[in-house]
């Protein structure tokens, strides 16, 4: 096992910490916030253990992403937020330090963590004041139950909740839903372009809508993806996008939007397999990296 020589907690390295000493919060653009949070999946478990997996494969990152610096930026990791207690409580905590990352004029950059992370990190940025922005989402499943298992706090809930919210939400990917969800998409003018349309035709740009909002906070859900590429979560889902098609969305969104923060979420290590927790350290840091260039 790595010894690492920089950790923002017991057990949680700092990102890349390995190519710079680790930035003060205020010299630092982007702010990592691991959420180690499984309270309700549904089908395989891990995903607790995603954020230090990705923040320790980071270790392992060149700080040239292949087309700019994203670490000149300043790449500052925060100690993992406390998951014992309630989902509310979780979920406030996420909110209060996502708030706190929001008003240091910073980048809020998440890992999970399961998916109901994300609807802590909004309720950050509504209560840091970010009043009129939106939700693009990749994902295998649209997310927009009004429970699952009697829980309103399910991974299978979270966009529910958001759009509950009144927040604009463009899905791309979704493989898997059911009637419920196909009403909500229907009631709450849920954009979106499905995988079975996405994938077969590589489509790789977004042509968002005019009245969508200009700033976009980016959730991308590591099932979203094709198992061939990241079978290491809970809920894969055939069909998926690929690496380059995933990037090259979020740089089109990232062209006609302002990104507001991003985060990566249900990604869930499988022992032994250390590409794929390289993958995810890697897809973080080019996320970041299209951030910087189109910032």
């Known amino acids: 096992m790595?010894?690492?020589?920089?950790?923002?907690?017991?057990?949680?390295?700092?990102?890349?910490?390995s190519e710079f000493e680790h930035p003060a919060a205020n010299a630092a653009k982007f702010h990592v916030l691991p959420v180690p949070y499984e309270e309700s999946v549904s089908y395989g478990g891990g995903t607790a253990e995603g954020p230090a997996a990705i923040l320790g494969a980071s270790w392992q990152l060149e700080t040239w992403d292949g087309k700019s610096n994203p670490s000149q930026m300043g790449i500052h990791t925060l100690p993992p937020i406390d998951t014992q207690g309630d989902a509310e409580t979780v979920i406030q905590r996420i909110s209060d330090a996502t708030e706190n990352i929001v008003r240091s004029g910073s980048y809020p950059v998440v890992l999970g963590g399961e998916h109901t992370v994300t609807y802590g990190v909004i309720k950050g940025l509504i209560a840091a004041g970010e009043t009129d922005f939106g939700v693009i989402q990749i994902d295998a499943h649209a997310d927009l139950?009004?429970?699952?298992?009697?829980?309103?706090?399910?991974?299978?809930?979270?966009?529910?909740?958001?759009?509950?919210?009144?927040?604009?939400l463009f899905q791309l990917g979704i493989r898997?839903?059911?009637?419920?969800?196909?009403?909500?998409?229907?009631?709450?003018?849920?954009?979106?372009?499905?995988?079975?349309?996405?994938?077969?035709?590589?489509?790789?740009?977004?042509?968002?809508?005019?009245?969508?909002?200009?700033?976009?906070?980016?959730?991308?859900?590591?099932?979203?993806?094709?198992?061939?590429?990241?079978?290491?979560?809970?809920?894969?889902?055939?069909?998926?996008?690929?690496?380059?098609?995933?990037?090259?969305?979020?740089?089109?969104?990232?062209?006609?939007?302002?990104?507001?923060?991003?985060?990566?979420?249900?990604?869930?290590?499988?022992?032994?397999?250390?590409?794929?927790?390289?993958?995810?350290?890697?897809?973080?840091?080019?996320?970041?990296?299209?951030?910087?260039?189109?910032?």
């Open 2 to 17: 790595e010894d690492f020589t920089q950790l923002a907690a017991p057990g949680y390295p700092v990102f890349l910490g």
């Open 145 to 168: 139950r009004e429970a699952y298992e009697g829980n309103p706090y399910s991974h299978a809930s979270v966009m529910k909740r958001i759009v509950d919210e009144d927040i604009p």
């Open 176 to 295: 898997a839903y059911c009637e419920e969800e196909m009403k909500t998409r229907k009631l709450h003018g849920v954009k979106h372009i499905d995988a079975d349309i996405l994938v077969p035709r590589n489509i790789q740009t977004l042509d968002l809508p005019d009245d969508f909002p200009d700033k976009v906070f980016f959730t991308l859900d590591i099932d979203g993806m094709d198992p061939s590429v990241f079978p290491a979560t809970g809920t894969p889902v055939p069909g998926g996008l690929g690496w380059y098609q995933t990037l090259a969305l979020f740089e089109s969104a990232a062209k006609q939007c302002t990104i507001i923060g991003f985060d990566v979420m249900e990604f869930a290590p499988i022992r032994g397999f250390h590409a794929y927790e390289f993958s995810a350290a890697l897809l973080t840091y080019k996320m970041m990296g299209i951030v910087q260039r189109n910032s």
